[in-house]
Nanobody, 126 residues
Framework: QVQLVESGGGLAQVGGSLRLSCIAS????????VAWFRQDAGKEREFVAG????????SYRDSVKGRFTISRDNTNNMIFLQMDSLKPEDTAVYYCAADERLILSSLRNGQQYDYWGQGTQVTVSF
């Protein structure tokens, strides 16, 4: 079993930055696909960014490309999401997720991930 715990959320101004962290415990996620998802109230959960377990190239949803950067620290079993140039529409609860067997075409499909954190709230305002 893998436990994931996010931190780093909070209130930011438009144009500001936040850095989310996700620490995994229970076992190493070195060979896992990892991703960040988000869900705003009344909306469906959406993929934000992720790494497939067999690739070092990150994938991003179009609306965050050039503003968000996902990274991973396999030594310390952590995943990060650097969020810059924040917009009000980035407001959501952000979740990290991990899965050991995910195929590449399912990277953006939250239903394919076995392990989830509890989420951290990000609020962007003027």
């Amino acid at each position: 079993q893998v436990q994931l715990v996010e931190s780093g959320g909070g209130l930011a101004q438009v144009g500001g930055s936040l850095r989310l962290s996700c620490i995994a415990s229970g076992r190493s996620i070195r060979g896992y696909s990892v991703a960040w998802f988000r869900q705003d109230a009344g909306k469906e959960r959406e993929f934000v960014a992720g790494f497939h377990r067999r690739s070092s190239v990150a994938s991003y949803r179009d609306s965050v490309k050039g503003r968000f950067t996902i990274s991973r620290d396999n030594t310390n079993n952590m995943i990060f999401l650097q969020m810059d140039s924040l917009k009000p529409e980035d407001t959501a609860v952000y979740y990290c997720a991990a899965d050991e067997r995910l195929i590449l075409s399912s990277l953006r499909n939250g239903q394919q991930y076995d392990y989830w954190g509890q989420g951290t709230q990000v609020t962007v305002s003027f």
